[in-house]
C-alpha cells in the first residue's frame, strides 16, 4: 500500500512538473509570435512588403491577380490566404497598427486583427433611437413593407451605401473594401462568411 501511495505522489509531481514546463514553453511562443507580428508589420517587414507587391499587382488591371503573374513574382508559392492578408493590412495599414496599438490583446496574425477589426466595427453601428409609439409604429409599417417587397441587388447595394455613409465612411474606402473582400473569397475558390449590415 505504502509503495502504491509512493507511486502516485511521484505520478502527480511529475504531472505538475510537465505541465509547469509546457506552460512556460507557452508563454515563450507566445511572446515569439507577438514578436514576429510586429516584425511583419514593421515598415520593412513581410506583410508590409507583401501587401504593397500586391497592391502593385491589382493595379496592373484585371479583376484578379493571374497565376501566371504570381508566378513571375516569385510568390505562387505563399498561401493565398496570407497573399490576401497582407493586401488588407496594406490597404488599412495606419487604421490596423493603431487598432493594435490600442488594443491590449497583442495580436499574433493578420486574420486576428482583422476579425477584431471587424468586429469593433459592427460593435459601433448605431441602434435607431427610441421615440413616441406613433413613429415605432410608422417604422414597424415600414419595415413590414419593405420585407414583403422583393429586394433586387441593386436595392441591396444601395441600402449598404447607405449604411457605409451613415456610418461615416467614405464610398472609395467601401470600394476598396469591398474589392478586396471579393478577391478573398475568388482567390480562395471558397465562400468566405459575412454578415450584411441592414
Given at each position: 500500500?505504502?509503495n502504491?501511495?509512493?507511486?502516485s505522489?511521484?505520478?502527480?509531481?511529475?504531472l505538475?512538473?510537465?505541465?509547469?514546463a509546457?506552460s512556460?514553453?507557452?508563454?515563450?511562443?507566445?511572446?515569439?509570435?507577438?514578436r514576429?507580428?510586429?516584425?511583419?508589420?514593421?515598415?520593412?517587414?513581410?506583410?508590409?512588403?507583401?501587401?504593397?507587391?500586391?497592391?502593385?499587382l491589382?493595379?496592373?488591371?484585371?479583376?484578379?491577380?493571374s497565376?501566371?503573374r504570381?508566378?513571375?513574382?516569385?510568390?505562387h508559392?505563399?498561401?493565398?490566404?496570407r497573399?490576401?492578408e497582407?493586401?488588407?493590412?496594406?490597404?488599412?495599414?495606419?487604421?490596423?497598427?493603431?487598432?493594435?496599438?490600442?488594443?491590449?490583446?497583442?495580436?499574433?496574425?493578420?486574420?486576428?486583427?482583422?476579425?477584431?477589426?471587424k468586429?469593433?466595427?459592427?460593435?459601433k453601428?448605431?441602434?435607431?433611437?427610441?421615440?413616441?409609439?406613433e413613429?415605432?409604429?410608422?417604422?414597424?409599417?415600414?419595415?413590414?413593407?419593405?420585407?414583403?417587397?422583393?429586394k433586387?441587388?441593386?436595392?441591396?447595394a444601395?441600402?449598404?451605401?447607405l449604411?457605409?455613409?451613415?456610418?461615416?465612411f467614405?464610398?472609395?474606402?467601401?470600394?476598396?473594401?469591398?474589392?478586396?473582400?471579393?478577391?478573398?473569397?475568388?482567390?480562395s475558390?471558397?465562400?468566405?462568411?459575412?454578415?450584411?449590415?441592414?
Amino acid at each position: 500500500m505504502q509503495n502504491s501511495t509512493s507511486t502516485s505522489l511521484t505520478v502527480v509531481s511529475t504531472l505538475e512538473m510537465e505541465g509547469l514546463a509546457l506552460s512556460n514553453e507557452w508563454s515563450n511562443i507566445c511572446k515569439a509570435d507577438k514578436r514576429r507580428f510586429n516584425k511583419n508589420t514593421k515598415a520593412d517587414g513581410f506583410d508590409t512588403r507583401l501587401g504593397k507587391l500586391m497592391q502593385k499587382l491589382k493595379a496592373e488591371g484585371g479583376e484578379r491577380i493571374s497565376s501566371d503573374r504570381l508566378k513571375d513574382c516569385n510568390i505562387h508559392n505563399i498561401p493565398k490566404q496570407r497573399r490576401s492578408e497582407a493586401l488588407w493590412f496594406a490597404d488599412n495599414r495606419d487604421e490596423a497598427l493603431a487598432f493594435n496599438k490600442a488594443s491590449k490583446k497583442g495580436f499574433t496574425s493578420l486574420a486576428a486583427l482583422q476579425q477584431a477589426m471587424k468586429k469593433a466595427t459592427k460593435a459601433k453601428l448605431p441602434t435607431p433611437p427610441k421615440g413616441d409609439e406613433e413613429s415605432q409604429e410608422t417604422s414597424t409599417e415600414t419595415n413590414e413593407a419593405v420585407t414583403q417587397s422583393a429586394k433586387t441587388v441593386e436595392d441591396l447595394a444601395l441600402d449598404i451605401l447607405l449604411q457605409v455613409e451613415a456610418n461615416g465612411f467614405k464610398v472609395s474606402d467601401f470600394k476598396v473594401a469591398i474589392n478586396n473582400a471579393i478577391g478573398m473569397i475568388e482567390d480562395s475558390n471558397e465562400a468566405v462568411p459575412f454578415e450584411m449590415v441592414g
